[in-house]
Structures are given as C-alpha cells and as structure tokens.
C-alpha cells in the first residue's frame, strides 16, 4: 500500500493533534531545563539542593544515608524502566490483534477506520514508552555511576574531596534530568492514548497534560517551600 494512500486515512486534525502532542513535548522539556532567571523551575531549584547535598555529603559521618538516599533514586529508576517495558510488550500485543481494539474504541470513534489507523496510533504510544524507557534505564546508570563517585570521595575535607563531589553532584544532576525526561515521555505517552478518540481528543489530552506539567514545575506549592527564604548560616 502507497504511503499516499495511508496517509489519506489520516484527517487534517489528526495530523495537527500529533503536531501540537510534539511541540508540546520538546517545548515543556526546554522549558523546564532552560527557564528564565526570574521563574526557575523545580527541576532547577533541586539541582541546586544536589549540589548542596554533595557538599555537606563531605562532612558528613557516617555516610550510610547519603548512600541510602542514590540506592532509593535507582530503585524508582528501575521501576519505571520495567513499567515502561511491561506497556511496550502490551502494545506490542495489542498492534498483533488491532482488529480487537478497533472493535472496543469503535464504539467512541470511527469503527470503520482500516486496521492501520489503529497501528499508527499504537505505534505513538509505542514510542513515548520505548523513549522513556530508554531514559529510565540511563538514569539507572547514571545514578550508578554518582555512587561510585561519591565512594571515592575522601573522607578528609580536603580540596580533592570537594572536587569529586562537586563531580558526582553534576552526574546526579544528570541522572535526574533523564529520569524527570522519562517521566514527561510518560505523561505524554498516556495523552497520545486520546488519539484513539480522534484528533479533538488527542489535542484535549495534550493541553491538559502540558498544564499540568508546567503547574507542577512552574507553580506548585513545592515550589514556593523550595523558594522560602532561609536563615543565614
């Protein structure tokens, strides 16, 4: 079949929903990881406490939780590497049996759309799940590679000991990043679910989602206890 031809099963909405899913996606994460100096985000205002972190993670005796803390980071990495994994083999086994799913949706959308409207539509889904996965699992890693640079870290507070760790708070930083990109894939991955429903569905789910994402980074209450003054030390 001519790509023409499939295209032609897709509506004028259709292909400005999956535009504005796109757009939606790489511009919250820009965002976020470069906003203004006048409105930091969450994201930003965390990597500082990072860095911090590694900081007093110097002085501090004994430093069993300082490792507790990167081992329970790895544990939520690992988790949602292996959630994304489960949805990846479910749509995998639902673009075996479309003919299923087109009878299910069909009762909300347009039952007589061919078998490859609803495999395009999967194969969205499929790759917001693979992209966070992907994420997860280099997060997984990098949070890994911070442990064994806050292992060599030592235990006298001198420059040497500051520079690693001022080294292994950058790689956490980084860890971080990744894991809150895999995230993002996550929320939109769950949007482009709508396109299911059509077009109007689809650029419902992806407003709803973007708002919600800013209003967590942008306007949350955390966010305004992370931005409470505090005392001098």
């Known amino acids: 079949m001519d790509w023409a031809v499939r295209l032609g099963y897709f509506s004028v909405m259709d292909g400005v929903a999956v535009a504005l899913l796109t757009l939606a996606w790489l511009a919250s ?16 205002l965390m990597a500082q406490y990072r ?8 002085t501090r005796q004994p430093r069993i939780f300082d490792g507790h803390i990167v081992g329970s980071l790895r544990q939520s990495t690992a988790f949602f590497a292996s959630a994304s994994m489960i949805a990846i083999s479910g749509i995998f086994a639902l673009l075996g049996d479309a003919d299923r799913l087109r009878g299910v949706a069909g ?29 997860f699992v280099w ?3 990098l949070f890994g590679y911070c442990s064994v640079m806050m292992g060599s870290v030592p235990n006298d507070e001198s420059q ?26 996550v929320y939109f991955g769950i949007a482009s679910a709508a396109w299911l429903l059509g077009g109007e569905a ?14 967590r980074e942008f306007a949350s209450q955390s966010r305004e206890i992370l931005m409470q003054d505090e005392p001098s030390a």
């Open 139 to 141: 997060s997984n890693r």
């Open 160 to 185: 040497l000991a500051y520079h690693r760790a001022a080294k292994a708070a950058e790689i956490n930083i980084f860890a971080a990043r990744s894991y809150n990109r895999g995230l993002r894939s």
């Open 107 to 135: 009762e909300f959308a347009d039952a007589d759309a061919p078998v490859i409207v609803w495999e395009v539509k999967l194969l969205l889904i499929l790759l917001f799940a693979a992209n966070a996965f992907l994420k």
């Open 202 to 215: 689809l650029v419902g789910a992806t407003a709803i989602t973007l708002v919600v994402i800013l209003r």
């Open 29 to 44: 994460s820009w965002a976020i990881e470069h906003p203004p100096k006048f409105r930091l985000s969450v994201t930003k």
């Open 51 to 58: 860095r911090v972190w590694m900081e007093h993670f110097v």
